[in-house]
């Protein structure tokens, strides 16, 4: 809990001195030692810096000062100035981003573009995975309503494109896809499900693994979980 990052510096040193190119990835997390810059605990050999719950930290303060002004108001009109919009909020997941170099009759013919990467669902060609198929006990509802999700389906896309490691908080609302994900799976060996305390493990879960294997996993979680991924 020192504020200064000297004694960590000190362990990168005597670590990568030591291991050498056998030295595992290194994870900060400079909550109290916040005055180093990311780049220094690049330059010292750090992998991947965690800002722990900073955001959260964040999130408190203000929504402090909302109750306190809805209380002394006895109404909300007050505190809009603080409030992000009820429709902009509502949209915030499914919002697209254009791409910079993009222009804006390009993105309009490429719908699969979301937030920086390009999704299909294109078949893939023959050299990719095979995508897995749902087993007849999968919780799968053929004639539902085709605006619900499709959780057998999701995972099922997500299997042919490689990933293999899902972490996250489960409940009762992703419990159908909790379930496709460990159906998805031959054995042990074909995939791993991990389930996270909370939001921020996950994340940390994630890119863990991502360091230590190259893999792309994913993390579920609802997005009034939010909050507790920073």
């Not at 001195?17 to 690049?42: C, Q």
């Not at 896309?157 to 159906?183: E, I, K, Q, W, Y």
């Amino acid at each position: 809990k020192e504020k200064s990052p000297d004694e960590v510096l000190t362990f990168l040193k005597n670590y990568y001195d030591a291991l050498g190119a056998d030295a595992k990835p290194v994870v900060a997390v400079p909550t109290t030692y916040n005055t180093i810059y990311e780049s220094e605990l690049h330059d010292a050999g750090v992998g991947i810096c965690i800002y722990a719950n900073h955001m959260l930290r964040a999130a408190y303060p203000s929504m402090l000062n909302v109750a306190q002004s809805i209380l002394t108001e006895g109404r909300s009109k007050e505190a809009d100035g603080d409030l992000l919009g009820v429709k902009e909020i509502i949209t915030l997941i499914d919002k697209n981003v254009t791409p910079p170099e993009s222009s804006s009759a390009g993105s309009a013919a490429n719908p699969n573009f979301i937030s920086g990467r390009e999704f299909s669902t294109k078949v893939k060609p023959a050299s990719a995975p095979e995508p897995v198929v749902a087993p007849p006990t999968a919780p799968r509802v053929d004639d539902a309503p085709k605006t619900k999700p499709d959780p057998v389906g999701c995972v099922a896309h997500m299997r042919s494109l490689g990933v293999n490691f899902f972490t996250g908080v489960p409940d009762s609302l992703l419990a159908p896809f909790c379930h496709a994900v460990v159906d998805s799976f031959d054995n042990a060996a074909d995939g791993r499900q991990l389930i996270a305390a909370n939001e921020g493990s996950a994340i940390a879960t994630a890119c863990g693994h991502h360091v230590a294997t190259g893999e792309t996993p994913l993390v579920y979680l609802q997005n009034s979980g939010l909050g507790n991924t920073a």
